[in-house]
């Protein structure tokens, strides 16, 4: 299924629930919103064993636009790959997030026309989860310390000779430079290192796990 199709599945006769939510937001649909853009596998022929897309979006405003496109996006591919769409609620900023954004993510999602597999997972629920997890990663040298703010990764990816069309997110620290950082005691995050990832899992299981975006366009999202 073409993105743009699925733009019809939304409801024309629903009201949106509210005046603020991303069907006003948005305006009258069109299907150039979405764009054409279809997945393939980068390894043709091979099937995992489940195909999983999600939607993530934090519960601190209102859906917008560009949320709208990722949500019927991630959608579609699972639908393209008879798969299972999930959302999940990015509730971890107890300053920020309040329920009525909670309730009003699922309404507008809704109004679109789109279906998730229950229940909608609460990042809130799993932190332990999550720690254990990036622990294992860590033991295994999968993960580096970033100490860059996203001021800085912007402004990285902006210089790059390639542009920002190619541009990727800026790699890990020397040894020295991450030493002196953290006897600063710099805040930092961990990232997936996937020069690493891909090492570990060798080239055909990488493959297998790759799908690329077909499309008109830089990244492929008219076609």
Known sequence: MDADLIIRHAHPGRSSPSDH???DACGPWQPKIAGRG??????PGVRSVS???RFAPSPTGRLHKGHAFSALTA???ARQNDGAFLLRIEDIDPTR???????GIREDLDWLGLDWRRPVRRQSDHLADYNAVVRSLDHRDLLYRCFRTRKEVL??????????VDAVRPGPHTLSEEAAFIAEGRPFAWRLSLDRARQVLGEQVWNALSFVEEGEGPEGETG
């Open 21 to 23: 939510h991303c069907r």
């Open 97 to 103: 997030c309040r329920p009525e954004f909670d309730e």
């Open 75 to 77: 959608w579609t591919a």
């Open 51 to 53: 195909f999983v897309t």
């Open 155 to 164: 402004d990285a990816i902006g210089d790059a000779p390639h542009g920002s």
């Open 38 to 43: 279809v997945f393939r596998r980068a390894q």
